[in-house]
């Protein structure tokens, strides 16, 4: 890969929690530009998750590893891919 890239994740948790409170202060602390931040959010066919589609300019490798580091260590969130 080569940096800067636009890149994606999802981001999955139970319906209740609230996921844009916990990405957006993570995206933040990793220095994403909140101008190329993009949040879409997608309920689950069953109603028991959202999940969002976290879209932003990725500055570096080490940079996306501590995102997705941060990101799938809360215990509130099912899975990040």
Same mark, same amino acid.
């Given at each position: 890969?080569?940096?800067?890239?636009?890149?994606?994740? =999802?981001?999955?948790?139970?319906?209740?929690?609230?996921?844009?409170?916990?990405? =957006?202060?993570v995206m933040q602390k990793n220095d994403v530009d909140a101008e190329h931040l993009r949040l879409s959010k997608r309920?689950?066919?069953?109603? =028991?998750?959202?999940?969002?589609?976290?879209?932003?300019?990725? =500055?570096?490798?080490?940079?996306?590893?501590?995102?997705?580091?941060?990101?799938?260590?809360?215990?509130?969130?099912?899975?990040?891919?």
């Amino acid at each position: 890969m080569h940096f800067p890239v636009v890149f994606s994740l =999802k981001v999955v948790a139970a319906v209740d929690v609230d996921l844009e409170s916990i990405i =957006k202060p993570v995206m933040q602390k990793n220095d994403v530009d909140a101008e190329h931040l993009r949040l879409s959010k997608r309920s689950s066919s069953n109603g =028991k998750y959202n999940s969002y589609t976290v879209t932003f300019m990725a =500055k570096s490798q080490e940079q996306l590893d501590n995102i997705y580091r941060e990101l799938s260590g809360n215990p509130e969130i099912v899975f990040v891919l």
